[in-house]
């Protein structure tokens, strides 16, 4: 795993965009896994500061989102894929057939994330993924457990999920309790992954994912470990250790 620390946020998201570019400069065709949350904002808003200049075409890029909530809607605010439409997709040329975000209204749950997982393989599988982390080692939303889920599943969100994403929401009771997420072997199978991680929240999971040479389903984020081609970008807030 290669480690960039930038010194804070706005530095982070400027080094994640400036790979982003290069990477889409360099495959027009490129697919892309995409990341919700506070985190990745920035950068996204970058990206759309990029394509405006005229450095970066979406026009043949493909995108997977890593999750949804279950039973909300697309048009619902709190939902992600309002997050990407408002965040990404609304200001730039991406063709909406080539954006794939779980569905948290599908009917049935089963074989619609068979049927993501499949997408994604259709599309040739996912050249660069960019994650974020949860405070207790999340990604996606694969949750500390006992075991994982390799492919796009249905999962229960851990309740410190539901504390740290409540701050989207009126309060705790309106987090979601399920989400659809892609799995870890999902993941996993990109090419290349991108981890962003600012604030004194992560120092501790940072830290855990850095200094503890282990691999673990309760820390989901260490599989990280497993992959060729990981970089790790964090903020000085985020990071204790020598630089
Ligand atoms: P955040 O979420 O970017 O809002 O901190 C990250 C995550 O939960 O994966």
Same mark, same amino acid.
């Given at each position: 795993m290669k480690l960039i620390v930038e010194k804070d946020y706005e530095e982070l998201s400027r080094r994640a965009s400036e790979i982003l570019v290069k990477e889409i400069q360099d495959n027009h065709e490129i697919v892309l896994g995409l990341a919700t949350g506070s985190t990745p904002k920035r950068m996204y808003e970058l990206l759309i500061e990029e394509y405006k200049k005229g450095s %970066? !075409?979406?026009?043949e890029v493909q995108t997977f989102n890593l999750d949804e909530y279950i039973?909300?809607?697309? !048009? *619902?605010?709190?939902?992600y894929n309002y997050y990407m439409q408002e965040n990404l997709f609304n200001h730039i *040329? %991406? %063709?909406?057939?080539n954006t794939h975000i779980p569905n948290?209204? +599908?009917? *049935?749950l089963e074989s619609y994330c068979k049927e993501y997982e499949d997408s994604i393989k259709r599309a040739g599988g996912i050249d660069v993924q960019i994650l974020g982390i949860g405070? !207790?080692?999340? %990604?996606?939303?694969?949750?500390? +457990?006992n075991e994982l889920e390799a492919e796009t599943c249905v999962v229960n969100l851990s309740e410190s999920t539901i504390k740290a994403n409540?701050?989207?929401? +009126?309060?705790?009771?309106?987090?979601?309790r399920e989400a659809i997420t892609m799995g870890v072997g999902s993941i996993l199978k990109a090419k290349k992954i991108i981890l962003l991680a600012n604030g004194e929240k992560k120092r501790n999971v940072i830290k855990d994912l850095l200094e503890k040479p282990i691999i673990s389903t309760h820390l989901p984020?260490? @599989?990280?470990? @497993?992959?060729?081609n990981v970089t790790i970008i964090v903020d000085e807030e985020a990071y204790e250790g020598e630089k």
């Amino acid at each position: 795993m290669k480690l960039i620390v930038e010194k804070d946020y706005e530095e982070l998201s400027r080094r994640a965009s400036e790979i982003l570019v290069k990477e889409i400069q360099d495959n027009h065709e490129i697919v892309l896994g995409l990341a919700t949350g506070s985190t990745p904002k920035r950068m996204y808003e970058l990206l759309i500061e990029e394509y405006k200049k005229g450095s %970066i !075409d979406f026009s043949e890029v493909q995108t997977f989102n890593l999750d949804e909530y279950i039973g909300l809607s697309e !048009d *619902n605010p709190k939902s992600y894929n309002y997050y990407m439409q408002e965040n990404l997709f609304n200001h730039i *040329n %991406i %063709i909406p057939e080539n954006t794939h975000i779980p569905n948290g209204k +599908a009917m *049935n749950l089963e074989s619609y994330c068979k049927e993501y997982e499949d997408s994604i393989k259709r599309a040739g599988g996912i050249d660069v993924q960019i994650l974020g982390i949860g405070t !207790d080692g999340h %990604i996606g939303f694969n949750e500390p +457990a006992n075991e994982l889920e390799a492919e796009t599943c249905v999962v229960n969100l851990s309740e410190s999920t539901i504390k740290a994403n409540s701050r989207f929401f +009126a309060s705790d009771v309106m987090v979601p309790r399920e989400a659809i997420t892609m799995g870890v072997g999902s993941i996993l199978k990109a090419k290349k992954i991108i981890l962003l991680a600012n604030g004194e929240k992560k120092r501790n999971v940072i830290k855990d994912l850095l200094e503890k040479p282990i691999i673990s389903t309760h820390l989901p984020v260490s @599989l990280l470990r @497993l992959h060729p081609n990981v970089t790790i970008i964090v903020d000085e807030e985020a990071y204790e250790g020598e630089k």
